[in-house]
């Protein structure tokens, strides 16, 4: 139950965005679609997952004095390859010339590195636990942030453009493009970090 407790309480009751409030710098610059906020979820959550597995394999063999830079070292590991992959497999412009998913979450993948929620289950859980709890807390943390960012980026682009995952609903006279600006992502998030307390009580 302790395990399935791991898993679960990232979802909600533990929210990093909802709940916590934390990593609003990528939650906010790059949801402006439900693509977007979900590959940018994703890729957190690879990093999280894999991070806290070798950080709870090599936390006592760590010095007190320097394990935050060693942790910074193994999390920006993971970093690095997320970023290669994605640089390698989702790299071409879309159909309509658009610009790659790559190109669109820009900065935003490397800076998962500093990300507060990668370093924060680092410190506070994986560092203390055995590895399979660790990589269940990675997994569950980070399918709550990839969750919270789809949901945003859902609702900015249904809002801002009409269409979700490249879907149009809605004719592009009813836009209201203030959603898919950053004013529109501050609107949003208070909204649904509103309703989300609602369901809490």
């Known amino acids: ?18 709940v916590l409030v934390l990593g609003m710098c990528p939650t ?14 994703l890729a957190t959550t690879f990093v999280l997952m894999l991070s806290n597995v070798a950080i709870s394999l090599v936390a006592g063999l760590i010095p007190d004095k320097v394990r935050i830079p060693a942790y910074i070292v193994v999390i920006a590991s993971f970093v690095t390859i997320v970023d290669m ?8 412009p879309g159909p309509g010339g658009e610009p790659s998913l790559y190109d669109q979450l820009g900065i935003f993948i490397p800076l998962i590195v500093v990300n507060c929620i ?12 055995r590895v399979f ?6 997994a569950g943390i980070g399918l709550g942030f990839s969750f919270a960012l789809t949901l945003l980026g859902a609702i900015r682009e249904i809002l801002g453009s009409g269409s ?5 609903l809605l004719p592009k006279s009813m836009n209201i493009l203030v959603f898919v600006l950053a004013p529109g992502a501050f609107i949003a998030l208070g909204y649904l970090i509103v309703m989300v307390n609602k369901l809490k009580k």
């Open 133 to 138: 709890p660790s990589l269940l807390d990675g």
């Open 28 to 41: 906010l610059a790059t949801t402006t679609s439900a693509l977007n906020g979900l590959s940018m979820g």
């Open 85 to 92: 992959l994605m640089a390698a497999y989702v790299n071409s």
């Open 1 to 18: 139950m302790n395990h399935l407790t791991n898993f679960t309480k990232g979802l909600m009751k533990e929210n990093p965005v909802f």
């Open 164 to 168: 979700v995952f490249g879907l149009q």
């Open 118 to 129: 990668v370093l924060g289950r680092a410190e506070s859980f994986a560092a203390k636990n």
